[in-house]
């Protein structure tokens, strides 16, 4: 459905890793392109929705498989 | 008491990210730096004496938490204590793997991602929502208590907001349920009442740095009959639940600024620090439009102030502050780095408009009446041009 431009794993770290990765990443790409984030902290779901509310980055797509969150985030700006 | 305070040129108002060392505690770590008196477990008497001070920095810290001695394991620091607290605990409980741990919604992150490490492997995370000042919902906590819950850990404050929490319930209710409670008491030992016998606390985890002494060091006071499985493995020094050779300048450190810490508090410190917190609170609130408290206003940290402002961003008022020789902060280093409200600020309901002009000042030992009224004097206007350069952007 979505094709992720970028992918990056946060497996294993915990907040506030997985966002500031993910924020380092946005930085890098273009607007309208796609993020993959794979965490497995539980508190990177409400944390990345928060995150997308603020900075206005779109939250396309969130999924669980297992323990692992996957993140798609389309840069807006 | 002049030496050792910050520069004279910049108003400190940020004594929880970091506090000057005071300069009586420097003093005392010296010779234990420079004279070999520096491993506690070598068999001369250059170690003997090294024992001897690391058992009196034990005692003197034991003081400030009126615990017993033998009770104290000397850390690298607060979150090193939490992580041994918390993980130790758990993974000591009857079923490690299947673990139930309850805590506030309000903890710091040295906390909560332990509690979401264990929760990868298994544990069962039961957070207590907090009221609109953050203090813990009681009602929660004794229906959370109901099933087998390996720990409670409940901070004694919110480094952000300041408020205090009913430890004194808490601590009737997890004994009465026969639970360990962990607290966190970073920012309030030495400044609030806290004895771990009166309160029925079972582990204490203080810093050494938030006393005014160095940083790198930190202690976890932990009750004789609570089991615990140790974090760091190896030559089974601190009573084998923390391998490492001690860091003996640092410890011996903490001890007397756990010491003068006490001693200070019997003094009035707390009251001289609410005193000018006051000042800056009613002043800042009188001058400065759309700006409320966030946290408790009464049963909060004596030297702790949080404010949210509408319509302008804290990021830009430290920076103005940070230029006009201020040193303040927004009182989560994580929300920064992430732009990202903090989960306090969130567990106590701020809009996002708050949580993004959200302002903590903490003033310390070295804080004066005139430090306030500089703040008083220069902050209004620096919301003002930044409120007024928000406003002409948006038009």
């Given amino acids: 459905m979505f094709n992720p431009d970028k992918q ?25 392109q796609i993020l993959e984030m794979l965490s ?11 995150w997308a509310q603020i900075t206005g980055h779109e939250l396309v797509d969130v999924s669980k498989q297992g323990a692992v969150y996957r993140f798609l985030v389309r840069k807006t700006r | 008491m002049n030496a050792g305070a910050p520069p004279p040129d910049r ?38 004496e090294a024992r001897a001070s690391l058992d009196a920095a034990r005692v003197k810290v034991a003081r400030l938490c009126a615990g ?18 918390i993980k130790g605990a758990a993974l000591a409980a009857r079923e ?34 907090v009221d609109g000042e953050g203090r813990v919902d009681l009602d929660a906590l004794r229906a959370a208590l109901a099933g087998d819950t390996a720990l409670v850990s409940i901070g004694a404050a919110s480094a952000e907001i300041g408020t205090l929490q009913p430890l004194a319930e808490v601590g009737r209710l997890t004994r009465a349920a026969g639970v360990p409670l962990h607290v966190d008491a970073v920012g309030a030992i030495g400044r609030v009442p806290l004895a771990v016998e009166s309160l029925g606390i079972d582990l204490l985890t ?28 190896g030559g089974g020094q601190e009573g084998g639940y923390r391998s490492g050779t001690e860091n003996l300048p640092a410890l011996v450190g903490l001890g007397v600024a756990a010491e003068i810490m006490r001693t200070e508090g019997l003094h009035g410190e707390a ?22 408290l966030t946290g408790a206003r009464a049963a909060r940290l ?24 201020f040193a303040a902060s927004s009182g989560s280093a994580c929300a920064s780095l992430t732009e990202t409200p903090s989960a306090t600020l969130r567990a106590i309901g701020c809009s996002p408009e708050e949580m993004e002009g959200s302002l903590c000042f903490t003033l310390g030992r070295w804080s004066t009446a005139a430090d306030v009224e500089a703040v008083l004097e220069r902050l209004p206007s620096i919301v003002t041009r930044l409120r007024s350069l928000a406003a002409a952007v948006r038009r």
């Fill in chain 1, 8 to 32: 990056i794993d946060c497996t294993g770290l915990f907040c506030p890793m997985p966002i500031v990765k993910t924020r380092e990443a946005i930085k890098q790409m273009v607007a309208g």
């Fill in chain 1, 40 to 50: 497995d902290d539980p508190a990177s779901d409400p944390d990345i929705k928060s």
């Fill in chain 2, 11 to 48: 108003i400190y108002l940020d004594y929880a990210s970091f506090a000057p060392v005071d300069p009586r505690v420097l003093a005392v770590m010296r010779p234990f730096l420079e004279a070999g008196i520096g491993n506690p477990s070598s068999p001369h008497s250059l170690g003997a």
């Fill in chain 2, 68 to 85: 017993t001695a033998s009770g104290v394991i000397f850390t690298s620091g607060a979150t090193e204590a939490n992580n041994l607290a």
């Fill in chain 2, 96 to 129: 490690p793997g299947t673990a139930r741990i309850v805590v506030s919604s309000v903890e710091h992150i040295s906390v909560v991602n332990v509690c979401r490490d264990l929760e990868r492997s298994g544990a069962v995370l039961v957070f207590l929502p």
């Fill in chain 2, 206 to 233: 203080l810093s050494s740095n938030d006393v005014y002494g160095p940083p790198g060091a930190g202690a976890l006071w932990v009750r004789p009959d609570v089991k615990l499985r140790p974090q760091i493995l």
């Fill in chain 2, 271 to 292: 009251a001289r620090l609410a005193a000018l917190r006051d000042r800056l609170r009613d002043g800042l609130l009188a001058a400065i439009a759309d700006c409320r």
């Fill in chain 2, 302 to 325: 004596p030297h702790h102030l949080s404010l949210a402002l509408r319509g302008v961003k804290a990021d830009g008022i430290l920076l103005d502050l940070d230029l006009a020789g």
